[in-house]
């Protein structure tokens, strides 16, 4: 991008006009780049985001858990050490219909048993470091701990209409969006099947004890929207699906319809996803219509382009039936111009009708950053635009997370404070 950038005296990056070719920006039209400011939360003033598709060895193997294990693996564990077969059939329905870990609240196996059941496949995996509410305790924000020490973070959110939980993938990530503090931690190591599985089944738990406020709820559905690319950890995610998914006793039984996976763009790994048989919703995190600002958005859309993406996507939607979501962060300034609102509906509209689904999102206000809201006029005007272009638009409410990258803040945050103790 052709942008000259100058510093006021605020020290925020002063944006100038671009001129540009006449089918895209208008002259005199103000452009903010990514380039602007450092990456959110980079240790220095010249870092620049580090994409990295590598997947670091985990230190240690988690323990064997039930949730890792199709229901003929957890009959063949608990045969190697003796136990009957027939009990996993007991343990993964209390697990999966009741929620529990706990041997205690299992009255109907022998006690004699109950102990070393769990002890062989619910072992302890995420460990609450801390919890946050907002929205007078309709969102609830866990911090977990691994067994390797490394904290990953979930966010359920309670709705007048249904119960979400927003579930990470990977511990860390290497995609390094400039606007996602997750991004710029670089990948710790992928979450296993069961470490995804457990935050689940933690909620529903927490759902149907009647943690978050206004009493008991069931758990409906599950986005794959927390810290990391699910399609980097492609094997566990799916193997996860299956236990969300499947019913009792293999799994959660939960509605594949409100299930969705999150991703900034791995075109081949979105195909994989359309052939498994699962018509889970496919997110997309586009946040800008043209390569030329996504380059600098999203760093991987430097292998997979707008064009490629788009036409993966809709690939997804025929094979799936499922009305793909194209996420769209609003970032003041920098691609919320009503252009990219048209060139956005163009690009949708010449793959099909009625395929995809746009969730513009508004950030918080954050003077100072170029990672701040839209105007409110220029919202309307870009949703209008993609409206009045017959793309169905709804504006996501965001409880407490800006863009998918807010995932990793409170992870930053208690580090930060513990760094600042010790
Ligand atoms: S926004 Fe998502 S994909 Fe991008 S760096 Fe953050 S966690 Fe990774």
Same mark, same amino acid.
Request: glycine residues 8%.
């Given at each position: ?25 208008? #002259? ?8 602007? +400011? ?7 003033? &010249? ?42 059939? +007991? ?31 619910? #072992? ?23 067994? &390797? ?34 991004? +710029?931690?670089?990948?710790?190591? @992928? ?20 943690? #978050? ?19 980097? @950890?492609?094997?566990?995610? %799916? ?75 809709? &690939? ?9 979501? *194209? ?14 609102? +048209? ?20 950030? @918080? ?12 006029? %220029? ?11 017959? *793309? ?10 800006? *863009? ?19």
């Amino acid at each position: 991008m052709s942008s000259t950038v100058g510093r006021a005296r605020t020290g925020r990056p002063e944006p100038v006009a671009l001129r540009r070719r006449a089918s895209g920006p208008v #002259p005199g039209e103000v452009q903010v780049m990514p380039t602007d +400011q450092p990456p959110e939360g980079a240790a220095t003033s &010249d870092a620049r985001p580090r994409l990295s598709f590598a997947v670091p060895p985990a230190r240690g193997k988690a323990p064997r858990h039930l949730a890792d294990l199709d229901l003929a693996g957890r009959k063949a564990a608990l045969a190697e050490v003796s136990l009957p077969a027939f009990r996993a059939d +007991q343990l993964s329905r209390h697990y999966f219909t009741r929620f529990t870990r706990d041997a205690a609240e299992m009255t109907d196996l022998p006690a004699s048993v109950r102990e070393q059941l769990a002890a062989e496949l619910l #072992p302890e995996l995420i460990t609450e470091v801390r919890t946050m509410r907002a929205d007078g305790g309709r969102t609830l924000k866990h911090l977990w701990e691994l067994h &390797d020490g490394v904290r990953v973070e979930s966010v359920l959110m309670r709705y007048k209409d249904r119960t979400t939980l927003c579930v990470s993938s990977q511990a860390g990530c290497g995609m390094a969006c400039p606007f996602c503090a997750t991004g +710029q931690m670089g990948l710790t190591r @992928n979450l296993t099947t069961a470490e995804i599985v457990e935050q689940v089944r933690h909620a529903a738990r927490v759902c149907a004890d009647g943690a #978050p406020a206004d009493g008991p709820a069931r758990l409906s559905n599950v986005v794959f929207m927390g810290m990391g690319e699910p399609m980097i @950890n492609y094997r566990n995610v %799916v193997a996860a699906l299956h236990r969300l998914i499947d019913p009792s006793p293999e799994g959660f039984g939960l509605s594949a319809r409100g299930i969705t996976v999150s991703t900034v763009g791995l075109v081949p790994l979105i195909r994989k996803l359309a052939g498994e048989g699962m018509p889970v919703t496919l997110a997309v995190s586009l946040h800008a219509p043209d390569d030329e600002l996504r380059d600098a958005l999203i760093p991987v859309n430097s292998k997979w382009r707008v064009g490629e993406l788009l036409d993966a996507a809709h &690939d997804y939607f025929r094979a799936t039936g499922r009305r793909v979501s *194209i996420e769209y962060a609003l970032i003041k300034d920098m691609n919320d111009h009503a252009w990219r609102a +048209q060139m956005l509906a163009d690009e949708l509209n010449r793959r099909g009708r009625g395929w995809a689904h746009v969730n513009p999102i508004p950030l @918080n206000p954050t003077p100072g950053s170029i990672w701040t809201c839209s105007e409110p006029s %220029v919202q309307d005007l870009f949703v209008g635009t993609l409206r009045r272009a017959g *793309i169905t638009t709804t504006v996501r409410d965001t409880r407490g997370s800006d *863009i998918d990258g807010a995932c990793g803040q409170l992870a930053a945050e208690v580090l930060k404070q513990e760094r600042i103790r010790s």
